[in-house]
């Protein structure tokens, strides 16, 4: 299949042709030609104003719950609804039934994601079962293709084992991600800590639950002098220690959701279950201190945590109301709408260049003769989502029907497009 791209704006740091409009020739899963204008002959064309192109995104936790959880989405879904949203490539987490935590698992992904629109990276677990008692086989899931390491949803709470971990993954420079959550702090809480959590008479997680285990793990990951990703940051104090951590010259990196940078736990006061989340919606300051971190550069990456939520466990009361929303459709345009002043080269940044370097994950620029691994988008064109419109199995989302700025267009991956 050949495809050209029409005066697109190319957004690649990396490229010689980052920053202005070019045709893009697409032949063979290759970017054969970059010009001012071609008018070769071509299978597809997509001719728009306003078009942007990027480099593939790439998402750093998401969940499609297969095996186990296909009633909520499978690997089949799930990667359609990442490429709606504009990724190339995800890392799934590996809270399935059973366990991503051996190498079968991680080549079942590798294998069912072959003929899927995009590449599916399968996180492995760091423990056992995600118990959190044991290591897992690291190593053998790395060799079977496992990206990253974490015990997802169930972050690791041992300070002994965690530091095992790293010490472990320091042998082959592996990375683990982990939730900043100690779970023996509020655990039976349900939104932030604050004047909201007592006003509505909810029992509250406290940012201190973060705060104090992401402090303890960049003091381990200093001892062990490992690589340590840390996604769901939500309080203005534990990027402060990031920041700190990062000065040192620490392998320490950080992501933030889409929804901790939209919402503050003032926007719970309906009981909205789509934002019942973990790590919860914090305070204002808290939400408007994570903008400043995406703007500042603090932030290296966008996580969608992508979780999806059937009927029955979301619309029911709060108190019932599982964790989670989906992410992967609308990351983008919330991101986009929010902080239009981000460059375009610091939105290509956060969804796909900086996640690629910390998790080795192949390099590609927009040049001649390189891999067609692409993102198209504008940052101009509106996005509604209605519930019908999402390709996820789940539509457990605060932001359906919600007018945002931003759209993505579609992705050009494996030698093929894909369009919304």
Known sequence: MNILLKQVQITDPNSPFNGKPFDILIEDNKISKIAAE???????????P??????????????????GYEYKETLESGAAAAAAGGYTRVFTLPNTQPVTDHKSLVEYAARQSAGLPVHIHPIGAITRKAEGKDLAEMYDMLHSGAVAFSDGLHP?????????????VKAFNGVLIQVPVD????????????????????????AIAEESILKRDIDLARYAGSAIHFTGVSTATSLQLIR?????????????????????????????????VNPPIRSKADMLALRD??????????????LPQDWDHK????????????????????????????????????????????FNLPATHITEGATAELTIYSRS???????????????????????????????????KIYTN
Not at 163 to 168: D, F, I, M, V
Not at 244 to 273: I, N, R, W
Not at 332 to 347: G, K, M, P, T
Not at 386 to 402: G, I, L, P, V, Y
């Open 156 to 168: 690791v709470q041992s300070p002994g084992l965690f530091l095992k971990a790293l010490q472990y």
């Open 293 to 306: 971190a995406v703007l500042d550069g603090t932030v290296d990456c966008i996580a969608s945590h992508h």
């Open 50 to 67: 306003g078009l942007s192109v990027s480099p593939g995104w790439v998402d750093i936790f998401a969940d499609f719950c297969d095996p």
């Open 381 to 415: 064109n509106p996005t509604v989502l209605h519930k019908a419109d999402f390709k996820s199995k789940s539509a457990n989302s605060a932001f359906t029907d919600r007018e945002l700025t931003g759209q993505v267009k579609g992705i050009i991956n494996k030698g």
């Open 315 to 358: 619309i029911c009361e709060f108190e019932y109301a599982s964790f989670g929303m989906t992410g992967l459709e609308t990351a983008f345009a919330v991101v986009n709408h929010l902080l239009e002043q981000l460059s375009s080269n610091r939105i290509v940044e956060l969804f796909s260049l900086n996640a690629r370097k910390i």
């Open 183 to 206: 779970k023996s702090i509020g655990a039976s809480g349900l939104i932030n800590e604050g004047i909201i959590s007592t006003r509505l008479g909810l029992p509250g997680m406290p």
């Open 244 to 276: 700190e951590a990062k000065k040192e010259g620490m392998a320490v990196t950080c992501s933030v959701t889409p929804y901790h940078l939209f919402f503050c736990d003032e926007d719970l006061q309906t009981y909205d279950t789509y934002l019942k």
């Open 38 to 48: 071609l008018n070769d002959k071509a299978t597809t064309v997509i001719n728009e």
